[in-house]
């Protein structure tokens, strides 16, 4: 299994950033992002299941949209009005369909700043 998240870079406060994460080798469930920033845990950010179901942090309501791709296998997070406490390393993760393993991908860097 693999995933690859990409789309991460620098924006200025109340910017814009897509990313997108497509996973291979596997049928997926709730597939999410998640963010670490430094010094901190990783928290999750917004989660989507297979039936489109989605979840938000609170910080990412209204601002943040998750979406779903199930025929690329692939995920996608719309980020809008970014503030600098968005910065930090966004990971994907897939959860695989059938048993309770939980999957990765390498991250990618979103910086918030003027």
């Known amino acids: 299994v693999q995933l690859q998240a990409s789309g991460g870079g620098l924006v200025q406060p109340g910017g814009s950033l897509r990313l997108s994460c497509a996973a291979s080798?596997?049928?997926?469930?709730?597939m999410g992002w998640f963010r670490q920033a430094r010094g901190n845990q990783r928290d999750v950010v917004a989660t989507?299941?297979?039936?489109?179901?989605?979840y938000y942090r609170d910080s990412a309501k209204g601002r943040f949209t998750i979406s779903r791709d199930n025929a690329k296998n692939t995920i996608y997070l719309q980020m809008n009005s970014l503030r600098p406490d968005d910065t930090a390393v966004y990971y994907c993760?897939?959860?695989?369909?059938?048993?309770?393993?939980?999957?990765w991908g390498q991250g990618t860097k979103v910086t918030v700043s003027s």
């Open positions: 989507i299941t297979r039936d489109f179901i989605e």
């Open positions: 080798g596997g049928i997926f469930g709730v």
């Open positions: 993760s897939a959860q695989n369909y059938i048993t309770p393993d939980n999957y």
